[in-house]
């Protein structure tokens, strides 16, 4: 059966491919699993029929019979992972660790103009946001080193990564690391990615009229 995905109708990011559906279309393309898209506006997901799918009312969702997802994390996990038992759980580990301990600084960082854009301290608190975030690229740089990937082949782990990781483009943190910057470029050169990001940014064209 094939699955259904759910994508912004008219994406806030401007066609960046950070949309969280991104990391759902990318995963999807890797394993060769063809989907469906159900475009919703900001509107529709905070409505019952979209809520029934993601009690937070957001994007992505995932549809596959009687099986509905929400989060990321949760829907990539379904694929896209080592079959020896080990390296699946550390693969399943680094997605976490992208999720819960490398996105949270930076989606802080994000969106901090958003949320205290009229607080007089929010000036001297972006630095400070900064810094924590560099604490962990720190770490994560040290850890990656000259590998290609996290662990072993590419999975799902460094999928999450290279996507919270391209949440940073336009600070100018990653590219104080090579190692991390090649590495997200590396995910960015798969065919997979591009045909994700591809898919993704002709819906923003089409709403966008461009
Ligand atoms: N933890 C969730 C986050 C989902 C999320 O933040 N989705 C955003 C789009 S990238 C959204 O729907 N924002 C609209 C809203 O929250 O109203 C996941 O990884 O799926």
Redesign the pocket.
């Known amino acids: 059966m094939t699955p259904t995905i759910t994508a912004?109708e008219a994406s806030p990011d401007q066609g960046q491919g950070?949309?969280?559906?991104m990391?759902v279309r990318w995963a999807l393309e890797e394993v060769g699993q063809p989907y469906e898209v159900r475009l919703v506006s900001?509107k529709a997901?905070?409505l019952s029929a979209h809520l029934a799918r993601h009690p937070?009312?957001?994007?992505?969702t995932y549809e596959e019979g009687d099986l509905v997802l929400?989060?990321?994390?949760s829907i990539i996990h379904a694929g896209l992972l080592p079959s020896e038992a080990n390296a699946r759980a550390r693969a399943i580990t680094w997605m976490f660790a992208a999720?819960n301990t490398v996105e949270p600084p930076i989606v802080e960082l994000e969106q901090a103009p958003f949320v205290e854009g009229d607080k007089p301290w929010l000036e001297e608190r972006i630095p400070m946001l900064k810094d924590r975030i560099r604490v962990r690229m720190d770490q994560l740089s040290n850890r990656l080193g000259d590998a290609e990937w996290l662990d072993g082949d590419f999975s799902a782990g460094d999928l999450m990564m290279v996507m919270v990781l391209r949440r940073l483009e336009g600070d100018g943190i990653v590219e104080d690391y090579p190692n991390l910057a090649a590495y997200v470029a590396r995910g960015q050169a798969r065919p997979a990615y591009r045909r994700a990001y591809d898919a993704q940014l002709a819906v923003f064209k089409a709403a966008s009229g461009g």
């Open positions: 912004f950070l949309a969280r559906d990391r900001f997901m905070k937070y009312g957001q994007i992505p929400f989060e990321s994390g999720l």
